[in-house]
């Protein structure tokens, strides 16, 4: 939040001013007939990208010298917002002169950049970030046209966040490198997430294969296994040798990670009392508290549940006795 | 030339509205809990008021007509309130809400399925309207709450509350509706309704912003939202906005008075216009306008992406609206085409004029012309238009 979260201006304030003339006068506008492509001696490529219920499409014209590969001339037409015409005009703008293999070296972030009026302010808002990903996306479906290739072939790496071009195989090694539990983290060290916001959960206004909080909850996953791994090969005292208080310790942890959450939005808690040996038993006295102390189910299907994640997590001969 | 054609969103405040709220700002600026003059001069305006705010809706003087900030209050309160009577009590597990109400009363009614309150997304039909029967289908012994909006703010649509509002009577559930785009527009009477909550908001018949009410029938009373020094009877506490009550009373008692003005001359030239609009190919309108309040068109304009449209229109002085794609934050197409689940390809394409009693038949002439350039200029852009199905091409 701070204050310049509180009244949000509109995002129309937020365009270069680049971006506002294209908007009203795209240079590049239009199509390129089978005919002038002709006359030009090259060849046609017509690629489509998107699609007018999701809310953008946009179509590229390319005229490309084949003993050269070339793109003579570029021209696009677009069924989206101001921003997405201004996106797919600047894109058809770089490609010209370049040759085909350069053009698809293009990225969003060069179409963005090429709209700031300086160089240090974004071109667009972040949630119109989106708007430039597809300018890149249907250069490389014009390519793939042109060389008769799959478009993906273009892409070596699995890209989650396209606003901010982060790859799937970047995101996992900053992820364990710096033990991130949060997708703001992500945010803070990758910038993915920053913009259109698509790649964090399900939902956007993209549907992704992966998103970021899949990464954060396969990290996790990783490291509990990790931790069980420790346990389970005598890295640490195994849970009947511990002293009393590192057993209190053990158990609270375990209650932390696994249950005080559930209770807590029941509006409940709970406490251990004491840990007693009783024969082959190890005994966990709780107090619940709260919503908990009184619930019908906290002796029966609360109980059990408690004391099967303590029986799993740490020893198959505790009980749990709420007192 | 300018031209404000957004009056579902916000409108003009009344220039006698603003006079009649002038005096509580420099001079009458007491609070009227207080001892002394400074309190008791404010005390005839606000009853004459708040008799002008119970006469415009027609509520009973038994009855409560709270104020509030604004109906997102008024509406966060009343589906906060039956949680906390109903729900969490275990006396109730259920709520009914239209898909299209309000945000105010979706997420409302979001966070309260999030504590475990079973809620029902009535869906709307074909025209965008809500069959009053089908409530029935869902009401259960279990229902605490039906809230469905009297109008729409997209559409313009208008609900058959009376009925549904009978449905709940005979089930004995609690019926509350969101009238802020009704005031004005079309009779309300919280009697002939048959409601227990009604809310409006000043800001949307030329009223001042920050100051809206909550109608709450006798025998109804909800829990307080706001706990405090007890204004309101207690109900909702904070010190009077005393010039924005007199403003409201004033803006309700005027919005009554123009209502034949705005069922008949708005209404004429809004269908005029309207009609103007669909001269133009590939232009759809939804709700039958029989249907809908006098003062709101919402159209699509096939092979156009809303906001582009509103950018043109913005260029030549035009406020509009939609609720599509780009022009909102959170980047969702418009809430109401997508339930009407018509052509997925129009869900992008809708934009809203909604008229006040303060508009001109030579703005809406100026404003016809704006969207025939915007039009041609953006159809020419499109990469969609030139493949619709019926093969026109794009020129107009």
């Known amino acids: 939040m701070g204050m310049d979260s509180l009244i949000g201006g509109t995002i129309w304030d937020e365009y270069s001013q680049k971006v506002q003339n294209l908007m009203n006068n795209p240079k590049n506008m239009g199509e390129i007939t089978e005919e002038e492509a002709e006359a030009m001696g090259a060849k046609l490529i017509v690629a489509d990208f ?39 005009d600047t894109m ?24 700031r009026d300086n160089p240090d302010t974004p071109a667009v808002p972040p949630q119109k970030m989106h708007c430039s990903v597809m300018a890149y996306d249907v250069i490389k479906k014009a390519a793939a046209q042109y060389k008769g290739v799959d478009m993906e072939s273009f892409e070596k790496e699995v890209i989650v966040c396209e606003c901010a071009r982060v790859s799937l195989s970047t995101l996992r090694e900053v992820i364990r490198l710096n033990d991130l539990t949060t997708v703001e983290q992500i945010t803070d060290y990758t910038k993915a997430g920053a913009f259109c916001k698509s790649c964090i959960r399900p939902g956007g206004h993209e549907e992704k294969d992966i998103y970021l909080v899949d990464l954060l909850e396969e990290y996790k996953k990783e490291k509990m296994a990790k931790n069980a791994d420790n346990m389970a090969t005598g890295g640490a005292v195994s849970f009947a040798d511990m002293t009393v208080v590192q057993k209190l310790k053990a158990v609270d942890r375990v209650i932390d990670n696994n249950i005080r959450q559930m209770l807590i939005m ?20 709780i107090r619940y508290l709260g919503a908990c102390s009184g619930c019908a189910s906290s002796s029966t299907g609360t109980l059990f549940a408690i004391e099967g994640i303590l029986r799993e997590k740490l020893d198959e001969n505790i009980r749990v006795i709420p007192v | 030339m300018r031209v404000y054609l957004d009056n579902n969103a916000t409108t003009i405040v009344d220039p006698h509205v603003f006079e009649e709220m002038e005096p509580f700002f420099v001079q009458k600026y007491g609070n009227p809990n207080s001892l002394h ?57 259920h709520i009914i809400v239209s898909e299209v109400e309000h945000p ?73 509706t969101d009238a802020v785009q009704a005031i004005g527009k079309i ?9 227990d909550y009604l809310t409006f908001s000043a800001h949307k018949f030329h009223g001042p912003k920050g100051v809206g009410g909550l109608y709450i029938k006798k025998g109804r009373e909800l829990l307080p939202l706001l706990h405090g020094g007890s204004q309101m009877g207690g109900l909702r506490s904070g010190t009077l906005n005393v010039a924005g009550i007199v403003g409201m009373g004033k803006a309700m008692e005027q919005a009554v008075d123009a209502l034949d003005y705005e069922m008949t001359d708005i209404k004429e030239m809004r269908d005029a216009f309207e ?32 906001e582009a449209m509103l950018w043109d229109l913005n260029c030549a002085g035009v406020a509009a609206s939609t609720g599509s794609a780009c022009a909102s934050e959170d980047l969702e197409s418009n809430p109401v085409m997508e ?44 990469s969609s238009y030139a493949y619709a199905p019926d093969g026109h091409d794009s020129k107009l």
């Open chain 2, 187 to 195: 009779p309300v009477d919280v009697q002939s309704f048959n409601v």
């Open chain 1, 92 to 115: 058809a703008e770089l490609c010209k002169g370049k040759t085909v293999d350069e053009a698809v070296k293009i990225t969003n972030i060069d179409v963005e950049h090429a709209m």
């Open chain 2, 339 to 382: 339930a009407i689940g018509a052509d997925a390809d129009l869900a992008h394409t809708a934009i809203r004029f909604s008229l006040s009693r303060y508009t001109t038949q030579e703005e809406l002439d100026y404003t016809l012309e704006v969207v025939k350039k915007a039009v041609k200029r953006l159809r020419e852009i499109s």
């Open chain 2, 275 to 306: 009609d103007e609009l669909l001269k133009i190919k590939d232009t759809f309108v939804v709700t039958p306008r029989e249907k809908r309040t006098p003062n709101t068109t919402l159209i699509s304009f096939r092979g156009i992406e809303g």
């Open chain 2, 37 to 93: 003059s400074f309190a008791s001069e404010t005390h005839q305006p606000l009853k004459t008021a708040m008799e002008k705010i119970y006469a415009g809706i027609h509520a009973p003087r038994e009855d409560s007509v709270v104020i509030t900030s604004c109906a997102t209050e008024s509406n966060n309160w009343v589906l906060k309130s039956i949680y906390f009577q109903y729900i969490l009590t275990g006396r109730k597990n």
């Open chain 2, 104 to 176: 105010s009363v979706i997420a409302t009614a979001k966070f309260i399925e999030s504590q475990g309150c079973r809620v029902t997304y009535l869906p709307i039909n074909h025209e965008g309207l809500i069959d009053a029967q089908s409530v029935r289908d869902y009401i259960t012994d279990k229902t605490a709450l039906v809230s469905i909006m009297t109008a729409n703010n997209e559409t313009g649509g208008i609900f058959p509350v009376q009925e549904i509002g009978e449905i709940c009577k005979e089930h004995n559930v609690l019926f509350h």
């Open chain 1, 266 to 285: 029941d509006g409940g808690d709970m406490e251990i009392l004491d840990i007693k040996e009783n024969g082959s038993h190890i005994d966990i006295y």
């Open chain 1, 50 to 88: 998107g699609a007018e219920s999701c809310g953008d499409a946009v179509r590229l014209y390319w005229a490309v010298d084949p003993k050269t590969d070339i793109i003579l001339e570029s021209k696009f037409k677009s069924f989206g917002c101001g921003t997405a015409i201004a996106s797919s």
